[in-house]
Each structure stands twice: as structure tokens, then as C-alpha cells.
């Protein structure tokens, strides 16, 4: 099999791909077998019929065209693989000819052409030419306070007190909530802690001063259920008050709840927790901060069909139809991130990042809990759905930002360095410090040969049209973003913005461009 790759763009490839009559006979008795099995041929049990019978009976050209529909996509996934391009889109085919598959001396092929949308070249910027500033960090004695207060908390005994429930009592209740005479929920036996706020808007307030064999009531918006957002009256029946009685911060305290002898060893160490706390947290905008920055500095094009297919697909999971306006508007929000995933998946394989399957399920675990899920349903649903691949790539993405993060100059807002190894850890042993080289110069896209021909032809026409010294050191928009292209085109005259539209239409031809520059 042939393959010849030609860059229409940046990011886009046209794929011609030739399969000879020797190669594809495979595949074409593979067909005739299977087609076999569905016609009646008398003399010959289902399937058992040799080929030339069954290409007398049912024609060789449906045999051929059901043979070029089994294998197209197995011919094309060895084209991509061969000539290294990724893949950004669904593929557009044209076969250009098929086999004539006459015998040992055939020398006909299947020929068939492909375009798609393809990852750009992208140039990795070295992480460690970029500063990221994140938050100082001081632990203080209240921090400690607070950590020593919640283990206290942990080791707390509830007593029963004959008085008013105040904040931080814990009441044990039954409720009712009725949406006019209609009981929508209830709970019996329940324990709550006032303050937690974790239940009914209102509740908080109203059980404050209750007592033990109390019925307190209030109004409140229901927060999930059938009856989500409307408003109920709600019953709450007080059985009982308890306050938590928290055990004395001593030497005793410290030998139950820890491997310490004494209190103030184990402040020392709630320090350290905290100090741990506080510089995971440290981190925590210094990830976006820095992958904003590269991906400033990369500036590579992103492919316009795949940003379509995404927002197609968008519009569809809202049940939308397409051209709906609210593509538009997601647009600027789709782009940013597919160039924040291209960008991170390069560093990803730079860095030789490994995902494990323990990190991997560590991690679906970890998403379940943020989308309030069972941990084996999702993973199960993943699985199913086919979006494991999806996650490992997110997993991979986000450990391609810590391992860049750690070569790039952190300091906190008093000018500190922040030793990012010790928040996170050493480097995993499989990763390695990629090569980072110069920026290369921006060079023009490739074109198909007929292409080229046709975009020669039509310059040369307009160059004739007029003078050369019109244009003289006009605004080029094929040497700028498009940011920068729409902010010259403001401060310009209509003949102007004519111009700058032609000459993008002309050059670089990026869709996004010409409807801003169209409307």
C-alpha cells in the first residue's frame, strides 16, 4: 500500500492512498465468502461456493464495493499511521478508483483521497523561561489552633442538656415538608448539627432556641426531589438537644488521638499539617497561570473543522439546532480549551508521562465524588460509554502541568522562591526533562500541488490589477493574530477593512477571521 500526505494548512492534510489489486485480493475474497453466505447458489452449501461462481452470480462490482466498505477505514488508520499525522476530525473521502480484480496480471488498485483536519506542528516553550507568582504562605498560631480544635472535634462526646439548642448543638429531629396538603419529604431520627446548613434553607434559624420535644416551623425552598426550587411548609419535631463536650487539649489528649507523648509535640506537627495545607493550596492557581503563558508563546493554529464538530456537537447535547446563535457564543470558550489540551498533550508525550491503572482509578474515583456519583457506577458508566481513554488523557494532561511547573521559576508574592518539588513531590521516575529548542520561524503552510498552482495564479492576477506601490508596506493580517488583526481594523476606513479582508481571504483564510471581519 502507498500513502503521500500533502499540508493543505497548517492543520489541515489531504491523504492519497493507493491499494493494488495484489494487496486488496485479501479482502476481496474475505467479501465474496461473507456475501456467500446470504444468496442461495444452487449446488453449493452457504458459503462453500467458489469465488468465480460467486462472482458470476451476484457480480463482481458488488463484491468490490462491499470489500472497499469493509477495509476503507482499515486502509486509512495504516495511511495515518505510516505518514505520522494526528487526526482533529472526521475524515472526507473520495475514492478515485477501484480495482478491476481480473486475475493474477491485474495491475488496477484502489485508489482514494482523504481530508482531514490535523494536529498543527506546536512548539513547546521552555517552562523554565516563565514565572509564576502564587500567594505567600505563613502559618500562624491560630492555624494550629483550628487544626487541634477539629481533631478535638473528632474525639468530641455528645451530652444531653435540658436548655435552648444554640450553633454547634446537635439535635436529633423528625421532618415534614407539604407543598399544600401534600407530603412531598420526610426524615425520622435524624441527627443534625445547627450550623452545618447542609439541609433546608431556614433550618438553621428556626431550630435555634428549640427545645427537646418542640415543633418548630418554617417556609423553605426544596433542594432537590421531583419538587426541586418550590416552596413547602416544613415541620421539624425537636426530640432531643446535645452539645459536644470536647476533650482538653493535654498530654493525655495527645497520647489517644496521635503517636505523641506530649501537646506540644503533637502542635508541632498539626503545624507541619498545615504548612502542607496551605502549600497544596499555594499551588492551586499557579497550574493555569502557568499553562496561560505557554500557551501565549506557542501560537500555533487551531483546526477550524474540529472546532465546528465541537460545537455541533455542543448545540446537539442542549437540543439545539445547528447554526443556533449559542454557537457563537461557546465558541470562544471551545477554542481556548482544544488549544489547552493540544498544547498539554504535547508536553504529555515530551515528558514521557505514564498513567497508571491505579492512578487512573484513583482518579475516576476522585470525579465521582465531585459529580456526587458511586465510584463503581462511574467507572462503570466510563467504561461502557467508552470514555476511559478520555480520562487517562485528562489524567496525563494534568500531570504534563505539574512536571512543567516543576521546572519553571514559582515565587510567592514577597519575591520568595517556592520549592515546588517539596509540595509535589519528587518527578515520577519515568518522566524525563525534554530537549527544549528555539522557537523556529514561522513558515508559510504547505500546499497541494493544484492548489499551489491556483493560488500562484490568482496573486499573479492581482498583482497585475494594480500598481505594486499601492500596497507598499500595507498591514499584513497573515503576520498577526486575530486578535490583533480585529484591534488594527477598528481605526480603520471601510477601503481599508476591504483590503485587510481580501488580503486574509487571499493568505491564511481563517474562518473565524473572515466572519469578523465580514459582519
Given at each position: 500500500m502507498k500513502q503521500i500526505v500533502e499540508n493543505i494548512s497548517e492543520t489541515r492534510a489531504k491523504l492519497s492512498v493507493e491499494v493494488p489489486a495484489e494487496e486488496f485480493d485479501a479482502d476481496y475474497d474475505k467479501a465474496a465468502k461473507e456475501l456467500s453466505k446470504q444468496v442461495s447458489i444452487p449446488g453449493f452449501r452457504a458459503g462453500k461456493a467458489p469465488r468465480r461462481v460467486v462472482e458470476s452470480k451476484i457480480g463482481r462490482g458488488y463484491i468490490i464495493e462491499q470489500a472497499i466498505n469493509d477495509n476503507l477505514d482499515k486502509y486509512y488508520?495504516?495511511?495515518?499511521?505510516?505518514?505520522?499525522?494526528?487526526?482533529?476530525?472526521?475524515?472526507?473521502?473520495?475514492?478515485?478508483?477501484?480495482?478491476?480484480?481480473?486475475?493474477?496480471?491485474?495491475?488496477?488498485?484502489?485508489?482514494f483521497t482523504v481530508?482531514?483536519?490535523?494536529?498543527?506542528?506546536?512548539?513547546?516553550?521552555?517552562?523554565?523561561?516563565?514565572?509564576?507568582?502564587?500567594?505567600?504562605?505563613e502559618v500562624t498560631d491560630a492555624d494550629v489552633e483550628a487544626e487541634l480544635e477539629a481533631l478535638r472535634e473528632r474525639f468530641a462526646t455528645l451530652t444531653t442538656v435540658d436548655r435552648p439548642a444554640a450553633e454547634g448543638d446537635y439535635v436529633n429531629i423528625d421532618l415534614v415538608a407539604k407543598i399544600g396538603e401534600e407530603e412531598?419529604?420526610?426524615?425520622?431520627?435524624?441527627?443534625?448539627?445547627?450550623?452545618?446548613?447542609?439541609?433546608?434553607?431556614?433550618?438553621?434559624?428556626?431550630?435555634?432556641?428549640?427545645?427537646?420535644?418542640?415543633?418548630?416551623?418554617?417556609?423553605?425552598?426544596?433542594?432537590g426531589g421531583e419538587h426541586e426550587g418550590e416552596e413547602a411548609e416544613v415541620t421539624i419535631t425537636v426530640h432531643s438537644v446535645k452539645e459536644s463536650v470536647l476533650p482538653d487539649a493535654d498530654d493525655d489528649f495527645a497520647q489517644i488521638a496521635s503517636?505523641?507523648?506530649?501537646?506540644?509535640?503533637?502542635?508541632?506537627?498539626?503545624?507541619?499539617?498545615?504548612?502542607?495545607?496551605?502549600?497544596?493550596?499555594?499551588?492551586?492557581?499557579?497550574?493555569q497561570a502557568l499553562v496561560d503563558q505557554l500557551i501565549e508563546a506557542s501560537d500555533f493554529p487551531l483546526p477550524e473543522g474540529t472546532i465546528e464538530e465541537e460545537i455541533a456537537n455542543h448545540l446537539r447535547s442542549e437540543?439545539?439546532?445547528?447554526?443556533?446563535?449559542?454557537?457563537?457564543?461557546v465558541r470562544g470558550e471551545i477554542e481556548e480549551s482544544l488549544r489547552s489540551q493540544l498544547l498539554l498533550d504535547t508536553y504529555a508525550q515530551a515528558f514521557k508521562v505514564n498513567v497508571g491503572q491505579e492512578e487512573l482509578v484513583e482518579f475516576l474515583v476522585t470525579q465521582a465524588q465531585m459529580y456526587g456519583m458511586d465510584p463503581n457506577q462511574f467507572i462503570q458508566a466510563a467504561v461502557s460509554t467508552g470514555q476511559l481513554n478520555a480520562f487517562a488523557g485528562e489524567l496525563a494532561r494534568n500531570k504534563a502541568i505539574m512536571a512543567a511547573l516543576r521546572l519553571a521559576q514559582v515565587k510567592d508574592a514577597n519575591g520568595n522562591a517556592v520549592d515546588v518539588d517539596a509540595i509535589l513531590g519528587d518527578r515520577p521516575e519515568n518522566e524525563v526533562v525534554p530537549e527544549f529548542t528555539a522557537k523556529p520561524a514561522k513558515k508559510a503552510p504547505a500546499k497541494a500541488a493544484k492548489a499551489e498552482k491556483a493560488d500562484k495564479a490568482e496573486k499573479k492576477a492581482k498583482k497585475a490589477e494594480a500598481p505594486a506601490a499601492e500596497n507598499a508596506g500595507a498591514f499584513d493580517p497573515a503576520e498577526h493574530k486575530v486578535d490583533e488583526v480585529l484591534a488594527y481594523v477598528e481605526g480603520a476606513d471601510d477601503a481599508e477593512k476591504a483590503r485587510v479582508l481580501e488580503a486574509e481571504k487571499n493568505g491564511k483564510a481563517r474562518k473565524t477571521l473572515i466572519s469578523k471581519l465580514e459582519a
Open positions: 488508520q495504516v495511511a495515518v499511521k505510516e505518514t505520522g499525522i494526528v487526526p482533529m476530525s472526521r475524515p472526507e473521502v473520495e475514492i478515485n478508483e477501484v480495482p478491476e480484480m481480473k486475475g493474477k496480471d491485474d495491475t488496477s488498485a484502489l485508489k481530508e482531514v483536519d490535523i494536529r498543527p506542528e506546536i512548539w513547546m516553550p521552555n517552562p523554565a523561561d516563565f514565572t509564576v507568582e502564587v500567594p505567600a504562605v412531598v419529604d420526610d426524615v425520622a431520627g435524624v441527627s443534625y448539627r445547627i450550623g452545618d446548613g447542609n439541609m433546608l434553607e431556614g433550618q438553621d434559624a428556626a431550630l435555634t432556641g428549640a427545645t427537646a420535644d418542640s415543633t418548630v416551623e418554617f417556609t423553605a425552598k426544596l433542594a503517636e505523641f507523648d506530649t501537646i506540644a509535640e503533637l502542635k508541632d506537627s498539626l503545624r507541619e499539617t498545615a504548612q502542607k495545607t496551605k502549600a497544596d493550596s499555594q499551588l492551586s492557581g499557579a497550574y437540543g439545539k439546532e445547528e447554526g443556533d446563535p449559542h454557537g457563537e457564543e
